[in-house]
């Protein structure tokens, strides 16, 4: 006799920052294929009440990623496998934490104080901590001066503070007198380091003012910087110099030139999207100086800029093929790169990519399941009103068309012969004029 399938022996291949790719073996179906497997991935400490579930249709399947994760946060999955008779007990639960990532916000209420000619103190809050990502180890403090006779700023300097409070701050000390600097902070977890804060140019007190009260320099303020002699700086130079600083948020080492030829890019097709699944098959372009070491999936929203993606999935060599579970429903832009021990290929054709809602699908059919006993009764009750009334109507019609008929036909007569005689056994009914019918 048929039964349902055999738990499944699920384990973690991959963890990164933003996907957990797992996989599993066959298991013996019961004596009947198995049609669907279904996973459930949660919170650690919620409950699998709120977990997200979806079901992939592909009963050849062995592994798949699940992408759109939070990096360093703890989830729970398990899996079923179902075949015509039912679902299969659940499979081992595994615990996944999923890696750091660098932060995503900058340092907020960056704050810029000028305390004597040669200082100006930097105060700044942590970023959100939905954007932090991970533990916050340090911060890198940039700064540098600016020389409004040329217009052009002058080499960086550096600092590095641990971050261990709320409300940071540091001293920035052997600055000129009454010169302009541009201060930039970062957030850095063990996985990277995080956007910059910027701040308008300030500028440390003159020699000659000393005592004066020094004036505090916020990153939201529009009148950013002390008042000073025109002849220091004009305001035209100080409004295009806190530009230029603005947009001065990263630093990175220029790219080497590759002069060897890297792999061309694959082509991305969509085998299908059902609900959260997405079934992606790509063709390898042409390799280049050196053999293929694999691929990666850049995934990102449809509104969002590439420099902004959200989640990155590597693939071996010789894998042309993957199945990927999007846990929060939305359009999605994707794109593929091959690489290899000479560079990376360029960015492959972009897919737009819709997934439906993976989470409530099988809560919507749960649902369904456990008040259908009353839509039936509702429906049911529907159906025979609905045949009842499509009996009495036409006969209620029926018998108001024969009686109109007849009371015109008696009229008629009457008119045209004054009686009408009736036959009945036993005697004659006669009709006269406006008088009731009498017995004869």
Same mark, same amino acid.
């Given at each position: 006799?048929?039964?349902?399938?055999?738990?499944?022996?699920?384990?973690?291949?991959?963890?990164?920052?933003?996907?957990?790719?797992?996989?599993?073996? @066959?298991?013996?179906?019961?004596?009947?294929?198995?049609?669907?497997?279904?996973?459930?991935?949660?919170?650690?400490?919620?409950?699998?009440?709120?977990?997200?579930?979806?079901?992939?249709?592909?009963?050849?399947?062995?592994?798949?990623?699940?992408?759109?994760?939070?990096?360093?946060?703890?989830?729970?999955?398990?899996?079923?496998?179902?075949?015509?008779?039912?679902?299969?007990?659940?499979?081992?639960?595994?615990?996944?934490?999923?890696?750091?990532?660098?932060?995503?916000?900058?340092?907020?209420?960056?704050?810029?104080?000028?305390? +004597?000619?040669?200082?100006?103190?930097?105060?700044?809050?942590?970023?959100?901590?939905?954007?932090?990502?991970?533990?916050?180890?340090?911060?890198?403090?940039?700064?540098?001066?600016y020389d409004p006779d040329g217009r052009?700023?002058?080499?960086?300097?550096?600092?590095?503070?641990?971050?261990?409070?709320?409300?940071?701050?540091?001293?920035?000390?052997?600055?000129?007198?009454?010169?302009?600097?541009?201060?930039?902070?970062?957030?850095?977890?063990?996985?990277?380091?995080?956007?910059?804060?910027?701040?308008?140019?300030?500028?440390?007190?003159?020699?000659?003012?000393?005592?004066?009260?020094?004036?505090?320099?916020?990153?939201?303020?529009?009148?950013?910087?002390?008042?000073?002699?025109?002849?220091?700086?004009?305001?035209? @130079?100080?409004?295009?110099?806190?530009e230029v600083v603005t947009a001065a948020t990263?630093?990175?080492?220029?790219?080497?030139?590759?002069?060897?030829?890297?792999?061309?890019?694959?082509?991305?097709?969509?085998?299908?999207?059902?609900?959260?699944?997405?079934?992606?098959?790509?063709?390898?372009?042409?390799?280049?100086?050196?053999?293929?070491?694999?691929?990666?999936?850049?995934?990102?929203?449809?509104?969002?800029?590439?420099?902004?993606?959200?989640?990155?999935?590597?693939?071996?060599?010789?894998?042309?093929?993957?199945?990927?579970?999007?846990?929060?429903?939305?359009?999605?832009?994707?794109?593929?790169?091959?690489?290899?021990?000479?560079?990376? +290929?360029?960015?492959?054709?972009?897919?737009?990519?819709?997934?439906?809602?993976?989470? @409530?699908?099988?809560?919507?059919?749960?649902?369904?399941?456990?008040?259908?006993?009353?839509?039936?009764? +509702?429906?049911?009750?529907? @159906?025979?009103?609905?045949?009842?009334?499509?009996?009495?109507?036409?006969?209620?019609?029926?018998?108001?068309?024969?009686?109109?008929?007849?009371?015109?036909?008696?009229?008629?007569?009457?008119?045209?012969?004054?009686?009408?005689?009736?036959?009945?056994?036993?005697?004659?009914?006669?009709?006269?004029?406006?008088?009731?019918?009498?017995?004869?």
């Open positions: 006799m048929p039964v349902r399938p055999n738990p499944i022996k699920v384990e973690i291949r991959e963890v990164k920052e933003r996907t957990v790719t797992v996989r599993w073996t @066959h298991v013996f179906d019961g004596g009947r294929p198995i049609t669907t497997y279904r996973i459930d991935l949660k919170n650690k400490q919620a409950s699998w009440d709120t977990a997200v579930k979806t079901e992939v249709y592909n009963p050849e399947l062995t592994q798949l990623t699940l992408v759109d994760l939070r990096p360093a946060k703890t989830y729970s999955l398990r899996m079923f496998a179902l075949n015509s008779v039912g679902m299969s007990e659940p499979s081992n639960v595994l615990t996944i934490m999923t890696k750091e990532a660098a932060p995503e916000g900058p340092p907020l209420d960056m704050q810029l104080e000028p305390l +004597s000619p040669y200082s100006i103190k930097v105060s700044w809050k942590p970023p959100r901590p939905d954007q932090r990502n991970g533990v916050l180890r340090s911060y890198s403090i940039s700064y540098r001066e052009q700023f002058k080499r960086w300097q550096h600092l590095s503070v641990t971050a261990t409070r709320e409300v940071e701050s540091v001293l920035l000390s052997n600055l000129k007198p009454s010169a302009f600097y541009g201060v930039l902070i970062q957030a850095k977890t063990n996985a990277g380091i995080g956007p910059a804060s910027t701040a308008p140019l300030c500028s440390t007190l003159n020699e000659v003012q000393k005592t004066s009260t020094p004036s505090t320099i916020r990153s939201t303020s529009t009148a950013a910087t002390r008042t000073q002699d025109s002849s220091s700086l004009n305001p035209p @130079h100080r409004t295009s110099t806190a990263v630093w990175r080492e220029e790219t080497t030139t590759v002069t060897t030829v890297p792999p061309d890019p694959p082509v991305v097709e969509i085998v299908e999207v059902k609900g959260g699944t997405i079934s992606l098959l790509w063709t390898p372009g042409f390799e280049g100086d050196s053999p293929i070491t694999g691929f990666y999936l850049e995934y990102k929203a449809a509104n969002a800029s590439w420099d902004y993606r959200k989640t990155v999935v590597d693939f071996s060599p010789d894998q042309t093929e993957a199945t990927i579970i999007e846990i929060n429903p939305s359009t999605y832009n994707i794109r593929m790169f091959a690489k290899s021990s000479v560079g990376i +290929s360029k960015a492959s054709n972009i897919l737009t990519i819709t997934t439906g809602e993976p989470g @409530h699908k099988s809560d919507d059919r749960l649902t369904t399941v456990s008040t259908d006993t009353h839509a039936a009764a +509702s429906t049911d009750e529907g @159906h025979s009103g609905g045949k009842l009334a499509a009996i009495v109507l036409p006969v209620v019609l029926v018998v108001l068309i024969v009686a109109i008929a007849t009371a015109w036909q008696l009229r008629r007569m009457k008119q045209k012969n004054g009686s009408l005689n009736m036959w009945r056994p036993g005697g004659v009914l006669r009709y006269k004029g406006a008088e009731s019918l009498q017995e004869l």
